[in-house]
């Protein structure tokens, strides 16, 4: 006998998990819908050489490698000859979208507006809250040759639209633009884009180690900064809106520069601009100067995303603009604009943050239990009728003692347990549990299913949805 | 540069492809939510020991191993005499489904009900029709010791739902016992599993090569039976029911046998009596006692589901009842019943026989026009009201000519394009251009959301939804 298990480093959920978890996907899904993106889905293997052409150091030693059993057996005979297997699973859903709109650039309608929900493969070392299988829920808009800005703010609205929807508390949105931190970071004579990179990575740092720290750094051999730039530099990351107004105003305070510097504030007006016509709430979102995302691949726009009561957990969507998404299997100009959810990940903090109890209701909203075996034809009946109505209904199939039923639908988070016994049935009425509003009633049975509807829809209208 | 290209033996669609594929899966989801199953989802690759234990032969030959790079550079290291990889990808959802139940038992409920809708991967060699990376939609009752034969019934008017919602055209659930089977030709003597399993391959020879042919095979020295047992094997599996009554009729003719003939009659019976009871018409399920599935795996109900229309199609939706899930994971006594649909091959099957046209309609449901870039916050406010009335709405982010916007959302089968020009704006209206009627009104600007909601809702009710 096997002893069963799942591999390290994945998420394997329970049934009433696993509801909670797919309505996350289906309201991301939803907002996402809801904006005018089209689904993609992409196979879960790529060619090597279509998946390998970019990455390399610690991306490419993560990735997962696929053989079917006769190219494995091949592979073992060739031994250390033998090259890299045929097929990788893909380790973002980035690059399969580059490979999709080069493969199919003339099918598709630029600016092409996609969505793509699917899992995605690395080889971490197994740690605590690190998976090698992990949700990624994607939006991009790919322009060809070029892309307006105003896309930028259209992507904000939806980060907003999508965590408004999903509950869990109050976030915020925070902006940026690479080409304004270019241009500050060219103005201070730090020119190199891998040496603004080192000096950002040192400033992150900011919190755990205190500013002398950074100061020293940075001021230090391997920097070489004197201090007023540093001052400058740490002035400058630590800019932070509250309010539309006041976003503006930083911007304002921050004066003008070279060109580059002068087009990124450019843009960040436009966005901000946009995103108020959008009726994003000013709240919701807030700039931050100090947010970089990776330097080597966004050029303009960049956002970031956190939940105001746990700054702990990180950012829960980031992304932003890039110039070019497939230079390397097309010639034509494709920039774009995306953001990336790792679900997987943010569930299981958020699960770990005590968020999400697992005692959400169940996609089941009704069980029509059984008392005696007599009684089943009138069961299925009932439980055809509802369904027709809508509502996900379960047949206790087998009788049982009643208080057992109970305790099913209770422990399994039902709603409503709909009993027709002798004494109901002689009467034409049904008589109904609801254990969410710990109530009874009774009520004719041609109108059950329009009365839970009724109670169903006004539970969707209190949370919101 | 490399040519994009993604690996064969993979369905990669476009967007409006994907969009009817996706109507096909949330339609099945959302009818095996409506019979009280739960949602689960298991890691795309599993521990090759806990996958491979059962399979062999042609199975094991198509499973596609899993290596990190790390693992890579130690087995070629190792050559020849390394031993198999650690992961493996999944080839069904059974195994997966296996497991699950047996690490989890302590905390699920029994029955379980469970649905599953995800990839699975299969090294086949590649040819027209035949994938690497396809969809199986499955759902499975499990009982804990013994399960009822009810849910045998409860299953076939599943997959009643779901094929009645599909729309895809008439078809009809078949309908057989492997006890009464087994019973049978056992009865004439032929007790061996393997045997019967030859015998029957060589009737399913029946349409093609025609009744001589197989008599003759089976008369002949392979299989050494009398001509008189021949004819009472093609008499057996040429039973073919048309309605209730007849089904039941000729299980009366059927006379009795042994016990386990007779019991498989009883569970037939029993079966077709909750199937009604259910509300499944007559018409939509047949006896048909040729039909037998996995002889080694099903031991009781076995179903099969034929398009009327498309009988080359084959069988679009198959499965039965099992003695033990997960007897290679755990002592406990597990039998279940459950059913699968390859949706990767049944789109495709339905595209190639054009029932699939791509010309469906879009997810985006309307497209606010721009005229004039001025008017851009009128637009995007109102796409955020008819978002906020949840309708799926792309507002154009860029003015260009109306004539090229209406061509756009013509070609990607968007529904309503709304126009907010001046005039429109000085009246307080919007003009409402529907592509599908084919007609333009106008409407009061704070009317849109309600208005395109009650005509969308109308769609849905004509096409039965």
């Not at 196979?43 to 490698?65: A, D, I, N």
């Not at 299997?329 to 679900?343: A, D, E, M, T």
């Amino acid at each position: 006998m096997i002893k069963p298990r799942t591999p390290p480093g994945v998420m394997e959920l329970l049934p009433r998990e696993q509801i909670a978890f797919q309505r996350m996907l289906d309201t991301i899904r939803r907002n996402y819908e809801r904006f005018g993106f089209l689904p993609v889905e992409t196979p879960v293997f790529e060619l090597s050489e279509t998946l390998l052409t970019k990455s390399g150091g610690e991306t490419e030693r993560q990735v997962y490698f696929v053989q079917s059993t006769g190219a494995l057996a091949n592979a073992a005979e060739a031994g250390a000859t033998a090259g890299l297997p045929e097929l990788a699973l893909r380790f973002d859903l980035t690059v399969p979208l580059a490979r999709y709109v080069a493969e199919h650039e003339h099918d598709l309608t630029f600016p092409f507006r996609r969505y793509q929900i699917q899992r995605v493969y690395r080889g971490e070392r197994a740690q605590r809250g690190r998976f090698r299988e992990f949700y990624q829920c994607d939006i991009d808009v790919i322009g060809k040759d070029a892309l307006s800005i105003r896309f930028d703010a259209e992507v904000l609205a939806v980060i907003h639209a999508v965590f408004s929807d999903l509950g869990i508390g109050a976030f915020t949105v925070q902006l940026n633009n690479r080409k304004l931190m270019r241009g500050f970071f060219e103005g201070l004579g730090v020119a190199d884009g891998d040496q603004q990179m080192a000096v950002l990575r040192e400033v992150d740092k900011l919190d755990k180690r205190g500013a002398d720290y950074v100061r020293e750094t940075l001021t230090g051999a391997g920097f070489g900064l004197d201090a007023d730039t540093v001052q400058k530099i740490l002035d400058f990351v630590a800019v932070r809106s509250s309010g539309h107004a006041d976003a503006l105003a930083r911007l304002d305070a921050l004066g003008s520069g070279s060109e580059v510097f002068n087009q990124g504030i450019a843009e960040l007006r436009e966005v901000l601009a946009l995103v108020q016509a959008l009726g994003v709430p000013e709240t919701d979102y807030s700039l931050n100067l100090s947010i970089a995302r990776g330097l080597d691949y966004y050029t303009g726009t960049v956002y970031e995303t956190q939940l105001d009561d746990y700054p702990q957990i990180g950012s829960i969507c980031s992304g932003g603009r890039y110039e070019n998404l497939a230079s390397q299997y097309s010639k034509s100009k494709l920039p774009g604009v995306g953001i990336s959810i790792g679900l997987s990940r943010l569930f299981w903090q958020l699960r770990d943050a005590g968020l999400i109890s697992g005692s959400e209701s169940s996609s089941v909203q009704a069980l029509v239990a059984l008392m005696d075996d007599a009684g089943l034809a009138d069961s299925l009946d009932i439980g055809r009728r509802l369904r027709a109505a809508g509502i996900n209904t379960e047949v206790q199939m087998e009788s049982r003692k009643l208080a057992k039923q109970f305790q099913y639908a209770s422990r399994a988070g039902i709603r409503f347990v709909v009993l027709a016994g002798e004494d109901e049935n002689a009467r034409g009425v049904v008589t109904v549990k609801d254990l969410f509003r710990e109530q009874q009633f009774e009520v004719p049975r041609d109108d059950l299913a329009s009365s839970l509807n009724v109670e169903l829809e006004q539970a969707r209208v209190l949370a919101g949805r």
